[in-house]
T-cell receptor, first 112, second 112 residues
Framework: RKEVEQDPGPFNVPEGATVAFNCTYS??????FFWYRQDCRKEPKLLMS???SGNEDGRFTAQLNRASQYISLLIRDSKLSDSATYLC?????????????FGAGTQVVVTP | DTGVSQDPRHKITKRGQNVTFRCDPISEHNRLYWYRQTLGQGPEFLTYFQNEAQLEKSRLLSDRFSAERPKGSFSTLEIQRTEQGDSAMYLCASSPRQDGYTFGSGTRLTVV
């Protein structure tokens, strides 16, 4: 079983629509949670950290459910430039500064 | 440029040859991580350092792989006797205390 599981997609989203997806993680001791964005053949870039209280950054909203061990990302008013692979990332175990465990990514394709 | 720098960007090598990659982290970042990513997968942890100390090495890493961070600044990752299965993107990331791992652009290795 993978440490972090994601629906690979692709999620085909009309421009301006809302898309949401989530991931599940297996290590209940994980302390830090992130969403990274990765464009084709580029390095991952931090989109946002995810906090237990939920957090929002512009059109992006992330939620963490520790009891069920899942993390969600919602993108409102999708733009063509949102097309990318979104990686769900958790730290491994109790070290909140430790190595990262990545999901395989969810591909989002925003269409005109 | 104050980001994470990796060199070379691309490397093509013949099977059986040794290769070495370099990573220059963001200067004030204590921790440095190496990951490997193959097509369609999320990055996979290889090893990480806090300053010059190598804190953990993945069980998946064979003895052909070695990494160093001699002065707690830049790091090198060497692969000896390369195999075709080593073909991947090798990503370096650095982090200050908690939150925000910054990735370099990666070194894409092709073993022919």
């Amino acid at each position: 079983r993978k440490e972090v599981e994601q629906d690979p997609g692709p999620f085909n989203v009309p421009e301006g629509a809302t898309v949401a997806f989530n991931c599940t993680y297996s290590n209940s001791a994980s302390q830090s949670f992130f969403w990274y964005r990765q464009d084709c053949r580029k390095e991952p870039k931090l989109l946002m950290s995810v906090y237990s209280s939920g957090n929002e950054d512009g059109r992006f909203t992330a939620q963490l459910n520790r009891a069920s061990q899942y993390i969600s990302l919602l993108i409102r008013d999708s733009k063509l430039s949102d097309s990318a692979t979104y990686l769900c990332v958790v730290t491994d175990g109790a070290d909140s500064w430790g190595k990262l465990q990545f999901g395989a990514g969810t591909q989002v394709v925003v269409t005109p | 440029d104050t980001g994470v720098s990796q060199d070379p960007r691309h490397k093509i090598t013949k099977r059986g040859q040794n290769v070495t990659f370099r990573c220059d982290p963001i200067s004030e970042h204590n921790r440095l991580y190496w990951y490997r990513q193959t097509l369609g997968q999320g990055p996979e942890f290889l090893t990480y350092f806090q300053n010059e100390a190598q804190l953990e090495k993945s069980r998946l890493l064979s003895d052909r792989f070695s990494a160093e961070r001699p002065k707690g600044s830049f790091s090198t990752l060497e692969i000896q006797r390369t195999e075709q299965g080593d073909s991947a993107m090798y990503l370096c990331a650095s982090s200050p205390r908690q939150d925000g791992y910054t990735f370099g652009s990666g070194t894409r290795l092709t073993v022919v």
